[in-house]
């Protein structure tokens, strides 16, 4: 495993992909079976339009229904999976868009699905107060109205490639006839918060606060009872006391981001793997403004010559590939591979540290004679870096940075902070460098908050490295308002050349989902970022079952 | 008594008043709020964190917060948790029943374990069985709660597969019979207060043997020596009930330490307990809950304190308020 390339393992995961549905034609599936997923947080509650983890998002996505799915590429601009809604059209011009609803979806309790919980949904996901991280990119959408009750209408100020994905698969649909009464600010707690009615093909049957949460099979759902009778969503925060519970047979599934961790359990015959691309991402982001002095350019990183060199002084394909095997890959930018307008071409700066120690020389940063660390005018290159104690990958790897760095002269301070004092150093912009990381957005719409003027310029604004490029926000713009996808797609390659060039950031690594399953379940599709889109169409062939797969309903 | 009873209460509250007032100074002068978002990327839009820090009053200056927390604290409400929604004081009922469960088993525990192995050492002072209980001891005393949670982990739930290595009770528990179930849930509490019991056996040995060997020598002992009664009869019956007093006075002062102890005990063991929410509680800058749980956590030592005060009096009666 140690070695596989990208195309090897995406040639494996073909061949298992192709693997498991032959068997599943040839087996039986009777109904049947328990799945225990591990989730490493307390994740409070699954009220769609108040979701801010990844973890409560795979718990609600087995509960609710979007109008439609995106289908197994994860492409924006196509491939959906009709959900909620049998059937969608385009009228005026392509500025209203219009679904009709399946008539047979029902809540869980019964009710019939209306178009008035979708305008409902819409009114929820973009109110402030329950934050929703799809507010913004919902922005794009003017209302929704009802035609009739199977018809919900959705209304744009003007056309771009990514309308249908906004509208079909942004929001999970909530009941109207549960939460219109609800006070807004009150709903996550609220008791809907844990005994969520939804449409999805499984229910929420007993929520455990801190311990775990259980959803059986919705036997009577319109698109069919899933094949299992019950996932059971196993509340596991010690990543080590996991990995003891998942060898001793107690968890069935989890999503692993720790290498070691990953080749003891891949290791056990029982256990298959899987690893999908993902949407997070880490780098090294500089502070292009003076920390005491905003007004003023950073002294070191206010150079795009000198951070261009510090990129060219990292081998990052090695580091990556010592840290994380093939768990991780090294970061294309501002985007990763699992975005479907991510440009996987764009030229990234190469690794050379000849190059970067002559380019150093050549701005001033010399090496004095007997000294270890390049000086100008009497200044060592000297930086701190401000990274979050919790995350483990990332204390790791600054290590790694910080040893090359100090190759080429160049002294790496680290400055380990408890994750508060990380995001509000990051909020007030007060560091030289942040080992940051972010989850990007299945749509481009999300660099907007990150890397834009606008969010450089807001005091409250998310780019607090102050990265300010005409030619970048101009490309992004333009991709976002495209009228074709090939256009979208060459002004976000232009867009993605500028920022790589001005390297506000070392692009270091992304992510890659890494599920693990017990082989006695046999998986089906498995979405980009969402391992556990198809859980209702796994199954255990009977003769494979164990004790607790035998409980039934 | 009655009044040795009120002037302890009334340090109780005094106590409980200022673990409140620190640790709400405390939580609210640490770096970052509620609203901050998290390094793993998921940040929080600007005009909601407004809305929400408007909404807990975390806009208004530290002095009216703090006048308006204790305010609400003089007649009894808590707030509400942040990161649930809902009022501290019932985040608080659903971990407290656990907590409780899981520290008195270990505190039963230990206090058993303790004083039999203390006697025990004591009664064979300076042999080998007394040197390698005492080293081991020493070594338990010395690891961390959370490895020594994981290597009882490893032991009995990877290698010997015997108990269950985590939660409270089975996936099968609504199934199985009452006796069924009440063994489910003893299984699940074997290990984590196992953990705990070991750490707090080895402490109360130490102080049971150094107790009890003070307590030997003394002319009563003698007495009963010389009055023909069995050894075994003058260490447990004579010495031991003497030498108990120190190990009551350190039974309830250990109550803080158990606390501390089962934040990571309960993160090993998935335990639903008041360790962990506070921890996490703490991470989110749930102000509301990270001080109800610190007041929680005093009013809880202040009566481990009382208690042991109590039992102090009952068994000597040179303690005794006149």
Same mark, same amino acid.
């Given at each position: ?173 909530? #009941? ?23 449409? @999805? ?65 891949? %290791? ?59 768990? %991780? ?25 000849? @190059?970067? %120690? ?9 090496? #004095? ?7 100008? %005018? ?128 070392? $692009? ?25 889109? @198809?859980?209702?169409? $796994? ?12 409980? @039934?309903? | ?18 673990? !409140? ?43 009216? +917060? ?54 025990? +050492?004591? !009664? ?83 102080? +049971? ?57 309960? +993160? ?15 991470? !989110? ?38």
């Amino acid at each position: 495993m140690r070695q596989l390339t990208g195309s090897t393992i995406a040639l494996l995961v073909a061949v298992a992909a192709c693997d498991q549905s032959n068997r599943a034609s040839s087996e039986e599936a009777a109904p049947g079976g328990s799945l225990i997923v591990a989730i490493q947080t307390d994740i409070g509650h699954i009220v769609p339009p108040a979701i801010g983890q990844v973890e409560q998002k795979l718990v609600a996505d087995q509960v609710f229904e979007p109008l439609a799915w995106l289908g197994d590429e994860g492409r924006v601009d196509g491939g959906f999976r009709p959900a909620l809604a049998d059937s969608w059209s385009w009228e005026r011009d392509s500025t209203v868009l219009v679904f009709h609803l399946n008539p047979a979806a029902r809540w869980h309790d019964g009710r019939p699905v209306r178009a008035s919980d979708v305008r409902l949904t819409f009114s929820l996901y973009t109110d402030p107060a329950l934050g929703s991280p799809e507010r913004q990119p919902l922005a794009r959408i003017d209302s929704v109205t009802v035609r009739d009750s199977l018809t919900p209408v959705f209304w744009f100020g003007s056309r771009y490639p990514e309308q249908l994905f906004d509208a079909a698969a942004r929001m999970l649909i909530v #009941p109207e006839h549960a939460l219109a009464e609800e006070p807004r600010t009150k709903l996550a707690a609220s008791a809907f918060g844990r005994g969520a009615i939804g449409s @999805g093909r499984f229910r929420v049957a007993k929520w455990d606060p801190k311990t775990a949460i259980e959803l059986v099979a919705d036997t009577t759902h319109y698109r069919g009872r899933p094949k299992l009778d019950r996932v059971i969503f196993a509340h596991t925060p010690d990543p080590n006391a996991m990995l003891t519970r998942f060898s001793a047979g107690e968890l069935d599934a989890a999503e692993i981001v720790n290498s070691e961790h990953f080749r003891t359990l891949t %290791a056990r015959p029982e256990l298959g793997a899987r690893i999908l691309p993902a949407f997070d991402y880490a780098f090294l982001q500089f502070n292009l403004r003076d920390p005491r002095q905003p007004n003023r350019a950073h002294a070191v990183f206010g150079d795009v010559a000198v951070r261009r060199a510090l990129t060219m002084a990292l081998d990052r394909d090695r580091l990556v590939r010592s840290q994380f095997d093939s768990l %991780a890959r090294v970061a294309l930018g501002p985007m990763t591979h699992a975005q479907a307008l991510a440009d996987t071409t764009v030229a990234m700066i190469p690794f050379d540290s000849t @190059g970067a %120690a002559r380019m150093l020389d050549s701005l001033g940063w010399t090496r #004095p004679a007997g000294k270890a660390i390049r000086e100008r %005018a009497g200044q060592p290159l000297r930086f701190s870096v401000i990274v979050p104690t919790v995350s483990r990958n990332r204390m790791s790897m600054i290590v790694r940075v910080q040893e090359a760095l100090r190759r080429i002269g160049v002294e790496l301070v680290v400055d380990a902070l408890e994750p508060n004092t990380f995001m509000a150093r990051l909020a007030k912009r007060d560091f030289d460098a942040a080992f940051n990381g972010t989850r990007a957005e299945v749509s481009l719409a999300g660099l907007q908050a990150y890397w834009t003027t606008n969010a450089a310029n807001d005091p409250a604004g998310r780019n607090s490295g102050s990265y300010r490029s005409p030619l970048f926000d101009a490309h992004l713009d333009s991709s976002l308002s495209a009228h074709s996808a090939a256009q979208a797609r060459a002004h976000a390659s232009a867009a993605f050349e500028t920022i790589i060039g001005d390297a506000p950031a070392i $692009w270091l690594y992304e992510m890659r989902s890494a599920p693990v399953v017990h082989k006695r379940f046999r998986t089906a599709h498995m979405v980009p970022g969402a391992w556990w889109a @198809g859980i209702a169409d $796994w199954w255990i062939p009977t003769a494979e079952r164990i004790d607790r797969d035998r409980i @039934g309903l | 008594m009655r009044r040795f009873l009120a002037r302890r209460l009334a340090h109780g509250a005094a106590v409980i008043v200022i673990a !409140a007032s620190l640790s709400f100074a405390l939580v609210h002068l640490a770096p970052g709020d509620p609203f901050s978002g998290s390094p793993d990327g998921f940040a929080i839009d600007p005009e909601t964190a407004r809305i929400r820090r408007s909404e807990y009053g975390l806009d208004r200056p530290l002095l009216q +917060q703090y006048l308006a927390f204790m305010g609400h604290l003089a007649v009894g409400d808590l707030g509400r948790s942040i990161r649930h929604g809902r009022p501290v004081s019932a985040v608080l009922a659903d971990a407290l029943p656990h907590t409780v469960l899981l520290m008195g088993t270990a505190l039963l525990l230990s206090f058993a374990g303790g004083v039999t192995l203390g006697a025990w +050492q004591a !009664a064979r002072r300076g042999s080998r069985a007394d040197r390698v209980a005492g080293t081991t001891s020493l070594v338990v005393v010395s690891l961390p709660e959370f490895w020594l949670g994981l290597v009882l982990l490893l032991v009995f739930v990877y290698k010997v597969p015997i108990l269950p290595g985590g939660g409270v009770v089975d996936l099968m528990h609504d199934s199985l019979s009452p006796a069924g179930k009440l063994l489910d849930r003893a299984r699940h509490l074997a290990l984590p207060s196992l953990t705990l019991a070991l750490l707090g056996t080895a402490t109360i040995a130490r102080y +049971q043997r150094a107790a009890l060997l003070d307590v030997l020598p003394q002319d009563f002992v003698r007495t009963a020596r010389a009055k023909g009664v069995a050894e075994r009869w003058v260490i447990y019956r004579h010495a031991l009930r003497n030498a108990l007093l120190p190990t009551i006075v350190l039974a309830g002062l250990s109550l803080p330490t158990l606390l501390g102890g089962a934040v990571f005990v309960e +993160q090993v063991f998935s335990w639903p307990g008041m360790g962990s929410e506070a921890a996490a509680a703490f991470s !989110a800058r749930d102000y509301p809950l990270v001080v109800g749980a610190a007041l929680l956590g005093a009013v809880m030592v202040v009566i481990g304190s009382l208690i042991t005060d109590v039992l102090h009096a009952a068994v000597d009666p040179r303690v005794r308020p006149r």
